[in-house]
């Protein structure tokens, strides 16, 4: 596919742009900014940043890309692990949206679809702590520099996010889900206990695994198998358990 990078110094959020412009803007382009002034994350959370992360969006435009809107989170979710484990890194996919290093975030990912009568398009937004050296307290964040001392170049790691997308759209046309491999292969959740934030209800979950299409396998208190395609998942700490 076709990648015409846009980039800004500064932009209120990368999702956005692209929101409100995604008519005259083509298919496939990537929108970059430095850094953001409303940064937005999953369920009306903010992302703030200190210019140091990676922030993008890209825009999948036209019908045609209607059937991936419930998995293009989890399919560049494989994308940014498989982009993190060519630096040797050893992430992990905490399904559904976040990539943690040592039990930490450092990745996130927001979709969102765009309709009139029928879906238009999807924006994906990324934001990959990078170069950070520090994050506010009380955040569970670290980043790529922290975790090797090493600083890296956003262009690169971001042309190699977009090679390992292509090729993972392009697998996704002859062998749909197959991008579900990569997150049950680096899967954060496996075997802990979770609360599932699910539709306002907190349901406590044993996790299993990611299923052939990418859903959450997990077992409920009564020892029920469920099958989770959507939600927020919170892990269960001691203090949790407490409580
Ligand atoms: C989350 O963890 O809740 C998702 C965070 C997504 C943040 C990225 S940064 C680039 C793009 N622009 C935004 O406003 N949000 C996404």
């Known amino acids: 596919m076709k990648h015409t990078i846009i980039e800004f110094k500064s932009l209120d959020s990368t999702s956005t742009y692209i929101k409100n412009n995604y008519a005259s803007v083509d298919d496939g382009s990537v929108v970059t900014s430095i850094t953001q002034t409303s940064g937005r994350g999953r369920l009306g959370r903010h992302w703030i940043d200190d210019g140091k992360s990676l922030l993008f969006s890209f825009l999948l435009k036209g019908k045609k890309y209607s059937s991936l809107l419930d ?48 879906l238009e398009c999807i924006v994906v937004g990324i934001g990959l702590n990078l170069n950070n050296s520090s994050f506010e307290e009380g955040l569970n964040a670290t980043s790529i520099y922290l975790e090797t001392k090493k600083e890296f170049d956003k262009k690169a790691i971001l042309f190699s996010f977009l090679s390992n997308l292509d090729k993972l759209l392009e697998s996704e046309e002859k062998n749909p889900y197959s991008f579900s491999k990569i997150i049950a292969a680096h899967d954060y959740l496996k075997d802990k206990d979770i609360y599932l934030n699910y539709y306002g209800e907190n349901k ?40």
Do not use: Q
Request: proline content about 2%; hydrophobic content about 40%.
């Open 71 to 118: 998995s293009i989170s989890l399919l560049s979710g494989a994308a940014m692990e498989l982009t993190l484990l060519e630096l040797g890194l050893s992430p992990l996919i905490k399904w559904p949206n976040d990539i943690y290093i040592n039990d930490k975030k450092v990745c996130g990912i927001l979709a969102e679809g765009i309709s009139s009568s029928s």
């Open 204 to 243: 406590f979950l044993h996790c299993l695994g990611i299923n052939s299409t990418g859903a959450l396998l997990g077992k409920d208190e009564e020892g029920k198998l469920i099958t989770v395609t959507s939600g927020e998942a919170n892990v269960v700490t001691n203090l949790t358990r407490a409580i």
